[in-house]
């Protein structure tokens, strides 16, 4: 079945650092997403990407979807604490919007 | 406008015994699916349902099933619970649940099965 692999798996940065994770797959897709998990919560939608090259941001995130349709990157400048959480990557069944699959997540630590 | 309530947030049971976990999605919504999350299995779709009928379904055994009701809220069952079912259990809801759609996740309901 589709498999994402979103690397790193965890990061330590400093306050006020820049920070970049990635999802590859073998297969392709028409839309990535980018998710953020807050301890003890549900995913959250931070970014949406629909057309291959697409670069889209929101605040300090920015995500690219790969022009080969196989992967996409977030990038997230001058992190603050509050960044703090896990972060997955994720694309829909073409079928089914509701069903998707996500990459195993990047459990992001900020220190101040 | 309220967003995706899950209850109970927290459960506790014991194997051999049944759970019935609920999901109100945000008003208007009519597709809402449910995921398991674990520590070494990640985040992995259960089903969907959308105008009461079971529209999708992941790869999970029969002990696992939903339905959802006339107002779009939705239920989920396991049935003759085991060790490995400890886990969060997350509810999204969208408009219809087509390709694309924003998913609106709730807070989970965190499984612990002793």
């Known amino acids: 079945g589709q498999q994402l692999n979103q690397s790193p798996q965890s990061m330590f940065i400093q306050e006020g650092e820049d920070v970049s994770m990635n999802c590859t797959s073998s297969?392709?897709?028409?839309?990535w997403l980018w998710y953020k998990q807050d301890p003890g919560e549900g995913p959250v939608l931070l970014i949406a990407?629909?057309?291959?090259?697409e670069l889209t941001s929101n605040g300090r995130l920015t995500a690219q979807f790969g022009i080969t349709r196989k992967d996409s990157f977030l990038n997230i400048s001058a992190s603050i604490p509050s960044d703090v959480g896990i972060y997955f990557c994720?694309?829909?069944?073409?079928?089914?919007?509701?069903?998707?699959?996500f990459g195993e997540g990047t459990q992001l630590t900020v220190n101040p | 406008k309220a967003g995706v309530t899950q209850t109970p947030r927290y459960l506790i049971k014991t194997r051999g015994q049944q759970v019935t976990l609920s999901c109100s999605p945000i008003?208007?919504?009519?597709?809402v699916s449910w995921y398991q999350q674990t520590p070494g299995q990640g985040l992995q779709f259960l089903f969907e349902?959308?105008?009461?009928?079971?529209?999708n379904k992941g790869n999970f055994p029969g002990r696992f099933s939903g339905r959802q009701f006339s107002n779009s809220r939705s239920e989920m069952n396991v049935s003759t619970l085991e060790l490995g079912d400890s886990a969060l259990y997350l509810c999204?809801?969208?408009?219809?649940?087509?390709?694309?759609?924003?998913?609106?996740f709730g807070s989970g309901t965190q499984l612990s099965v002793l």
């Open positions: 999204a809801s969208s408009l219809v649940g087509t390709g694309g759609e924003k998913l609106f």
């Open positions: 297969s392709i897709f028409n839309t």
């Open positions: 990407l629909y057309k291959a090259g």
């Open positions: 994720a694309v829909p069944q073409e079928t089914s919007g509701s069903r998707l699959t």
């Open positions: 008003s208007g919504h009519r597709s």
């Open positions: 349902y959308f105008s009461e009928t079971q529209r």
